[in-house]
């Protein structure tokens, strides 16, 4: 699987046409079978975890007005540095979406749907990164959504939901890493707090993060420069700014996570790039990936953000996990079964292909996988085909057949037997021998 940024980074553009051959934009790939058949498995797996709890599907549209995203926060780098916007022909400023959950609560705001909303999603974001392993300018994100309750039951039935679905799905080299960002209030007095002791500490930070310092503290604390990292060593921490009703919410977190045994580590330093979360953050990290890309979910509350997107007060609690960083953490696990496309049934035709045709779509209509070969190709050719298409069992109609009405059946996989099968017939005695096993 070509994960790797070598291939999404600067590859040379093959010219062996007329014309320029043009390649995927940088930080972008594509996603071809049999690696989209794991894609695939992936999401219906999250359908079904998710669909078990009464989320449904919500789609949204794929770009904004910009204001949607700015109000996720100026702190915030996906919105600050990242954003691919841009002015429709009706001059309306708009921008791809870089995250889910903005959109999702623009929809709630406009729709007013009962509470509580619970959703899930599959959506591309973009992102203006500088493409790297396990970081690209378009990835994908499953994510789900809970708004309008502040229990803290509903944190844990998401967390909890999260970590069911990576088991689905096999992995098991995972770590939950959880902090509380408390109130807004909380986290407004701890970012001052901070932003005070920064203040104290600048020459000591990385110059890279001494601007943020004083208007964004929580990045400093994010950062992964080793400079920094080692000023903010002891920095105040949010878990000792919480107030009684944020320790009280927090506690129930854990209780209830503890309770359904999803394991995780308190890290009072995760913090996450997004502005918007108050109460619990976590973030889902793959051991088995090595690179520095190595979070496959993270999410947290956002009991502000409604609001801030105009609308009535709403609480809300969600995460997005990286479709991409799945796959690969589910490949170094070897865990995620390749899902081919292969099919029970091949039509090998050698008579014009109007039989192939014909046969194919019975099959099918009868809710049979089948095949077939294009371009009347030689019996050869298409034996060939028919052999890499994984099909069971072979249908041959060669011109003997067409005249007496029949079709040849061949096994493919056990010792290669041959029958033949009046042409009327044939649904249903391919249908009797799949059943065979
Ligand atoms: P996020 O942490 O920015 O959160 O992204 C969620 C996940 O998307 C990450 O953990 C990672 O797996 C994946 N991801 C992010 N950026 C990239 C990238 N450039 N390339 C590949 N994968 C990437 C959010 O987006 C929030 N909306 C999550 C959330 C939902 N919080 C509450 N509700």
Known sequence: MAYGWESICGAPVASGGVAEMF??????RDILPPESGRWQELVAVFAEVFGRAAYGLVQNPMFEDIGVFQRLGEGTEVVRKEMYDFFDKGDR???LRPEGTASV?????????TVPWKVWYLTPCFRYEEPQAGRFRQHHQVG????????????????????????????????????????PGDRQAYASRLAAWLGRRRGELDEADRVNAADHPLRVLDSKRERTMAAVADAPLIVDCLSNEAAAHFERVQAGLDALGVGYEID????????????STWEFAAGA??????AVGGGGRYDGLAESLGGKPAPGVGFGAGIERILLAAEAEDALAEAGTAVDVFVVDVTGGEAGRDISFELRRRGISADRAFDARSMKAQMKVADRSGARLALLVGPDEMAAGTVTLRHLRSGGGQTPLARADVADEVAAQLAQG
């Open 23 to 28: 390649q995927a934009p940088k930080g972008t």
């Open 93 to 95: 400023h708009l921008a």
């Open 105 to 113: 609560v623009r929809a709630f705001n406009q729709h007013r749907p």
């Open 144 to 183: 789900a959504e809970a708004i309008g309750s502040a229990d803290p039951d509903l944190d844990v039935e998401v967390i909890a939901l999260q970590h069911d679905f990576y088991r689905a799905l096999g992995l098991s080299q995972l770590s939950l890493r959880l902090n509380s960002m408390g109130s």
């Open 268 to 279: 009072p330093r995760l913090v996450r790039g997004l502005d918007y979360y108050t109460h």
């Open 289 to 294: 990936l090595t690179s520095a890309q190595n």
